[in-house]
């Protein structure tokens, strides 16, 4: 009987799929990312293999090498992979929402809880911190879309602190490839079970309008809804 391939087995491939899909991205992007890949792993065996030598313990030192190339090489690709991610992503309606939902620390993101026909938006997320509104657009128009969402959940926020953050290219806005970063560092002033509790109350509140999930290409405009008719 043949024996049926393990879990393990039917993942690796996936995974190497996936990491070939990432690296032709990648090449597209940033030519010189995965020479800088191959130059950063290829260094780190070099190093390694000398300092093996220096202290007469080659035959220890090449195994170590390997690993250690084959770990820096996975880091410096993860790493270039994430800064074309954003380089994509930048500019695109919906880029920061799609940011937040990879930020760890168990956030919940409401992508569009504001906007305008300008695709100008403002997103919600809920955490350790409490409530992060974050906006995309130009300040001169974000500016009333925060203050009427932050005024708007106010009362189900009760005492909670609600934060507003600018993703932009403006002067005091915050660059797209910096949101994650800029919501690591806010302060933890919410336990497990109250974020719950926040999340539930704010998650009853009516929608103001309904928008099309993830990044959006450039140029798109919010349809216009249907006209009144007319006797």
Same mark, same amino acid.
């Given at each position: +009987? ?8 039917? $993942?690796?491939? @996936? ?8 690296? %032709? ?12 890949? /191959?130059?950063?792993?290829? @260094? ?7 300092? &093996?030598?220096? *202290?007469? %313990?080659?035959? /220890? /030192? *090449? =195994?170590? !090498? *390997?690993?250690?190339? *084959?770990?820096?090489? +996975?880091?410096? /690709? ?13 500019? %695109? ?6 940011? +937040?939902? #990879?930020?760890? @620390? ?8 504001? &906007? #305008?026909?300008?695709?100008? +938006? ?14 995309? !657009?130009?300040?001169?128009?974000? &500016?009333?879309?925060? @203050?009427? $969402? ?10 909670? =602190? ?6 932009g290219t403006e002067e005091g806005q915050v660059p797209v490839d910096k949101l994650q970063r800029h919501l690591m560092k806010l302060p933890r002033n919410l336990t497990k079970a109250q974020v719950s509790e926040l999340n539930g109350r704010l998650q009853a509140l009516p929608r103001n309008m309904q928008m099309p999930k993830g990044p959006m290409?450039? !140029? ?12």
């Open positions: +009987m043949s024996k049926k391939p393990t879990d393990g087995a039917q $993942e690796r491939p @996936g995974r190497l799929k996936q990491i070939r899909m990432v690296a %032709q991205v990648l090449k597209q992007a940033d030519p010189k990312a995965l020479p800088i890949v /191959f130059a950063a792993a290829l @260094g780190s065996l070099v190093v390694v293999i000398l300092i &093996g030598l220096l *202290i007469d %313990q080659l035959w /220890f /030192f *090449i =195994p170590l !090498g *390997i690993l250690v190339a *084959i770990a820096v090489g +996975m880091i410096t /690709f993860g790493q270039l992979a994430q800064r074309a991610q954003y380089k994509v992503i930048a500019g %695109q309606p919906g880029a920061a929402a799609a940011i +937040m939902k #990879n930020t760890r @620390g168990g956030w919940t993101v409401t992508e569009a809880v504001a &906007g #305008n026909r300008n695709l100008d +938006m403002v997103h919600r997320a809920v955490g350790r911190p409490g409530v992060v509104l974050v906006s995309e !657009g130009p300040s001169s128009r974000v &500016g009333p879309l925060l @203050g009427a $969402e932050k005024k708007r959940i106010s009362r189900a926020a009760q005492q909670v =602190p609600i934060y507003d953050v600018q993703v290409p450039r !140029g798109a405009r919010m349809p216009k809804g249907p006209k009144p008719k007319t006797r």
